[in-house]
């Protein structure tokens, strides 16, 4: 029996989303382990924008962003109900402001004129509507992990990791427990696991 196959980079943030997503799930799935420097032959002729993540279905279809391969795990079986707490206004700024400013915080040498100073303030100010957010509730949508904060939270991680120093002295300190709880589940450990890379037999 066809399974599907999900190309897929450990560190990514977008990939990681799209891995909790599938394991909450239970999907069956094949993982393929991408070097980004050596990108299999097999995922470009699936997916020629050469970006991780990718998923192959059983039946062909080629899902190339990560918020689809979300959904489409969760409309094969939720059992944490992870669709019932979304928020795309939510994701979409993370996705949008949110990422524009942590790339040019993080790698700021990677964009002309990026003062990385000046985009750390932003995502913070970002945040801080987060940590507002969280005063109401223990995650973002409800008192129980959802959709949102899958989506959201390997940014947010990432963020952190960039100075953790600096992040764990910043008066957020919903979001991070937030934070602290999602790194330290099981899902998120489960996920993280490394993997060889895939080489075709």
């Not at 918020?67 to 949008?96: K, T």
């Not at 995650?139 to 120093?165: H, M, T, V």
Request: aromatic letters at 10%; charged letters at 30%; hydrophobic letters at 40%.
């Amino acid at each position: 029996m066809a399974e599907a196959i999900l190309y897929s980079f450990r560190r990514c943030p977008y990939a990681m989303r799209a891995r909790m997503a599938l394991s909450v799930s239970g999907a069956r799935h094949e993982h393929r382990e991408v070097v980004l420097r050596d990108k299999p032959v097999q995922m470009l002729e699936a997916s020629p924008k050469g970006t991780v993540p990718v998923l192959v279905t059983d039946d062909g279809q080629v899902i190339e962003e990560s918020l689809d391969i979300m959904r489409w795990a969760l409309a094969l079986h939720d059992p944490e109900n992870w669709l019932q707490h979304d928020d795309a206004a939510l994701v979409e700024r993370n996705d949008g402001s949110f990422k524009h400013h942590l790339d040019r915080y993080k790698y700021s040498t990677r964009y002309a004129n990026a003062d990385p100073e000046e985009h750390r303030g932003a995502a913070l100010r970002i945040l801080g509507h987060l940590e507002q957010r969280l005063t109401e509730s223990a995650y973002l949508c409800a008192d129980k992990r959802g959709f949102a904060d899958i989506a959201i939270f390997p940014f947010i991680r990432q963020f952190a990791n960039a100075d953790r120093e600096w992040f764990d002295a910043q008066e957020l300190p919903k979001l991070q427990d937030w934070l602290a709880d999602l790194v330290g589940s099981d899902l998120f450990e489960r996920v993280m696991q490394k993997h060889p890379q895939w080489k075709a037999a």
